[in-house]
């Protein structure tokens, strides 16, 4: 069974940085497609980053300040996240794309 697990959320101030990771389990052939979204309050959730391949792409809204890559052999995806600003406080998910598994989120909160 494929498991993602989220950690690295907290509470910083704008300007501030994070770094997420979401470790894989149970089927690493998953981990080569892989991406981060977003779910802020009575928002739909938002497409952040993947990697696909060891290529990365951008949503609109990290590019120029996060950044995505991957440990292969600690099967681990991280998320940096520099300049965060208050708009950018929500519950991150990682996401396999290979396998359709969602990890369960971890919050991260910006403050003005």
């Known amino acids: 069974q494929v498991r993602l697990v989220e950690s690295g959320g907290g509470s910083v101030q704008a300007g501030g940085s994070l770094r997420l990771s979401c470790v894989l389990s149970g089927g690493t052939y998953c981990k080569s497609h892989m991406s981060w979204y977003r779910q802020a309050p009575r928002k739909e959730r938002e497409y952040v980053a993947t990697?696909?391949?060891?290529?990365?792409t951008y949503g609109d809204s990290a590019r120029g300040r996060f950044t995505i890559s991957q440990d292969n052999a600690k099967n681990t995806l991280y998320l940096e996240m520099n300049n965060l600003k208050p708009e950018d406080t929500a519950k991150y998910y990682c996401?396999?794309?290979?396998?359709?598994?969602w990890g369960q989120g971890t919050q991260v909160t910006v403050s003005s």
């Open positions: 990697i696909r391949d060891g290529r990365q």
């Open positions: 996401y396999s794309d290979r396998c359709a598994a």
